[in-house]
Every structure is written in structure tokens, then in C-alpha cells.
């Protein structure tokens, strides 16, 4: 009866059990268990559940894990992966809580965080050029110069008002020229 909850719990399970390094870091292997392997959505779908993921509150990978659920199995599915992304994590940060209150002082444990950040940026950095690797010339030009750009300090938020800005102005442009919205 409970079959596919159960496999969309361990599906998500796994994913939060193996990923260190936040909700970012977790999108690649997402990605690859939902599309890829499970092929419960498609790359273009994909792409629209972390657009809306990033819009809602929450950490991102939660929210995804939720979105798929949801689309698989309506609420039961939604909770189930929910369950499954959160629980590790939990688990985690309930034994280090519980049994190693004195590991924030361990020199080898400090030595060992410091290891893991490359590869925690390097899983971050995956999709961002796995996701730009689909866009069209002047697409790609216009990520690299924006990405430049958030990267040698510009606010974010200049980017965002700016593609109000254009994409008001291109739907007020079509109107105008009864080409619809």
C-alpha cells in the first residue's frame, strides 16, 4: 500500500544521508535521482521546481524534495520526501548534540571541515554550469556577465529589479504591438 511513499522516503533519504554542504549541494544528486535514475521529472521541469523552490521560503533542497513529492504523489508523497531530505540531517545534528559537544575543538575534526569546502564548492558550481550549458548564445553571455558581476560584489538585487524592469517593459512592448503577453 505504501510502496511508492516508501520508496520516495528512501530515495530522499539516501540524497540527505550523503550530501554535506546545505541545500546547493544537494541539487546535483537530486538531479540525478529524480531525472536521471527515477525519472520521475523531466530536465525542463526540474529547472522550473527549483526556480519556484528558490521563490519559497525554506531551504531550497526541502522545498525540491517537497515539489517532487508532491507531483508523484500528491500530500502523502510531499511529506514522505520531506521526511526522508529532513531526517538525516536531524539524526546528525541530534548525535553531535547529544555525544560530541567538545568536537568543535578537536584539531583533526577542524582540519577535516577545512578539506571538505573545495569539494562542497565544487558540488555547488555542478549545476550552475550544468543548467548554463542549455541556454541559447546570448543567454550564456548574459549569465557569465551576471554571474561576474555577483561574484566581484554587485548586489544581487540590481539584477532582479533590472529583469523586472526589462521584463515589464517587453510585455508593455507586446501588448502595445497586439502580439498577446
Request: hydrophobic share 55%.
Amino acid at each position: 500500500m505504501f510502496r511508492q511513499e516508501i520508496t520516495l522516503f528512501l530515495s530522499f533519504f539516501k540524497i540527505g544521508c550523503f550530501t554535506f554542504g546545505g541545500g546547493y549541494a544537494m541539487i546535483p544528486i537530486i538531479q540525478k535521482e529524480v531525472i536521471d535514475k527515477r525519472r520521475w521529472v523531466e530536465r525542463e521541469e526540474f529547472i522550473d521546481l527549483l526556480a519556484l523552490a528558490q521563490s519559497a521560503p525554506g531551504p531550497m533542497a526541502v522545498n525540491v524534495s517537497i515539489m517532487v513529492g508532491y507531483k508523484i504523489l500528491r500530500t502523502r508523497g510531499a511529506v514522505a520526501a520531506f521526511l526522508g531530505t529532513v531526517l538525516p540531517s536531524f539524526l546528525i545534528l541530534l548525535g553531535v548534540a547529544v555525544f560530541f559537544s567538545h568536537i568543535s575543538e578537536d584539531p583533526t575534526v577542524n582540519r577535516i571541515f577545512k578539506g571538505m569546502r573545495p569539494a562542497v564548492v565544487a558540488l555547488i558550481l555542478q549545476p550552475v554550469f550544468s543548467f548554463a550549458r542549455g541556454l541559447r548564445g546570448w543567454e550564456y553571455g548574459v549569465f557569465v556577465a551576471i554571474a561576474g558581476a555577483i561574484w566581484a560584489g554587485a548586489s544581487p538585487l540590481w539584477f532582479i529589479a533590472g529583469g523586472i524592469v526589462v521584463g515589464l517593459g517587453y510585455t508593455y512592448w507586446r501588448v502595445k504591438r497586439g502580439l498577446g503577453k
